[in-house]
């Protein structure tokens, strides 16, 4: 079982950076795969980022490719997205999941457990 908390999120204009972090519980942490999700007002859920359990491998969505970085530190049982260059269409709210996959996966059905989320604004 593994239990997440995002937090990081706020406001911020268009071309500045935030840095959400995810805290697991759990001393398994570093066996899961984890990835970043977020989900627009009236949009689907669409995948953002992910890495494998040991951050060596990472896979991002097009639309963040060059501007959002993530990591983790399994010593501190959290994951991280840094998001430089935003943009108003970077908002929503942002979630971080875990899967027992062992590869940085895009699919969210893959995903076993899931945070609550945490909002993201982007002023134009």
């Known amino acids: 079982q593994v239990q997440l908390v995002e937090s990081g999120g706020g406001l911020v204009h268009t071309g500045g950076s935030l840095r959400l972090s995810c805290a697991a519980s759990?001393?398994?942490?570093?066996?899961?795969?984890m990835g970043w999700f977020r989900q627009a007002p009236g949009k689907e859920r669409e995948f953002v980022a992910a890495?494998?359990?040991?951050?060596?491998?990472?896979y991002y969505a097009d639309s963040v490719k060059g501007r959002f970085t993530v990591s983790r530190d399994n010593a501190k049982n959290t994951v991280y997205l840094q998001m430089n260059s935003l943009k108003p269409e970077d908002t929503a709210v942002y979630y971080c999941a875990a899967t027992s996959v062992a590869w940085a996966s895009s699919l969210s059905r893959y995903y076993n457990y899931w945070g609550q989320g945490t909002q993201v604004t982007v002023s134009s």
């Open positions: 759990g001393r398994t942490f570093s066996s899961y795969s």
């Open positions: 890495l494998d359990w040991s951050g060596g491998s990472t």
